[in-house]
């Protein structure tokens, strides 16, 4: 396994490979893995001859007000990870290298970025969908890895790649959960014990909605005021928005119909989860 940190070298090293009709899977992350980004690993390891791992904590998707600073990152035990997993490649570039002062080009996907998550934090997706596809760039990956956990940013990639006929297919695989349910994420480190606790009533209110919905409940908002009357009960959450939406354009819905998603965003303490299921209606 290599760490490359600069862009020409990465482009060299993955255009060498498909040269030699080798196929290319990319897993592009933050870092901090865990086991959510470990099964994206996994997976490309298992089908493309050459697996690349992009570790880089992107400043163009967080807000001002948001964690970049503090966001966990710890490349030596990423790369112990990486390596036991068979990755082949890890390109982490520094943040000049991918947005030297010269930068000025974006990528807006319309509409689907104002939705869900995009109404709290503006610019997100577009911070988003541009360093994904500088990746996609310099990588040329055939296929490329994104996990369900975070539904709208799945939903936005594919959008992106369709519209702009991007050669690379996207792959979105199941949430990994803790053993309580709570989605793994690399910011649950923020938690205390009293709020790792609380966080577990994300997934049970998703739960919840699904039972009720396997019962014949249709109407969103009824299940949506249940939802929020059970996160409610835990003293350390504040609900952010609970949402249901048609899964493949991220419309609100009234009624549930069709493959539906159902999404939301919870502060616990100082930290912002989200989490999501999809029902068949
Ligand atoms: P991040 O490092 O948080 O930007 O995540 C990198 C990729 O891993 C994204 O495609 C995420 O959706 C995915 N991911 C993060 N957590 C999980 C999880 N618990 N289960 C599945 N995929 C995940």
């Not at 933050?30 to 959510?36: K, V």
Request: glycine fraction near 6%; include cysteine.
């Amino acid at each position: 396994m290599i760490i490359i940190k600069n862009i020409p070298l990465a482009r060299d090293s993955c255009a060498k490979a498909k040269l030699k009709n080798k196929t290319i899977g990319l897993v592009p992350t933050m870092g901090a893995l865990h086991e959510g980004h470990l099964g994206l690993i996994r997976k490309a390891r298992k089908v493309n001859d050459l697996v690349v791992v992009s570790i880089f904590v992107n400043p163009i998707q967080f807000g001002p007000k948001e964690d970049l600073k503090k966001y966990p990152r710890d490349l030596a035990k990423d790369a112990a990870l990486c390596k036991n997993e068979g990755v082949d490649i890890i390109f982490y570039p520094q943040v000049k290298e991918m947005y030297p002062a010269t930068f000025r080009t974006h990528i807006t996907v319309e509409d689907f970025s104002l939705r869900l998550c995009g109404k709290f934090r503006p610019g997100h997706f577009k911070g988003v969908a541009t360093v994904v596809a500088k990746l996609f760039n310099i990588v040329q990956p055939d296929n490329a890895y994104f996990g369900q956990k975070d539904a709208q940013q799945a939903v936005i990639i594919k959008k992106m790649a369709d519209d702009l006929n991007m050669p690379v297919r996207i792959k979105v695989l199941p949430i990994v959960r803790e053993k309580d349910g709570l989605a793994m994420s690399s910011r649950n480190v923020y938690l205390n014990r009293q709020q790792r606790q609380d966080a577990a009533v994300l997934f049970q209110s998703l739960n919840m909605a699904r039972r009720q919905i396997k019962r014949g409940t249709k109407d969103c908002s009824k299940i949506i005021a249940a939802m929020k009357k059970m996160i409610e009960t835990k003293k350390t959450t504040s609900i952010e928005y609970i949402s249901i939406v048609n899964a493949k354009d991220l419309r609100p819905i009234v009624k549930i119909k069709g493959r539906c998603l159902i999404a939301l965003a919870v502060w616990v303490g100082r930290t912002r989860l989200i989490d999501n299921i999809i029902v068949n209606g």
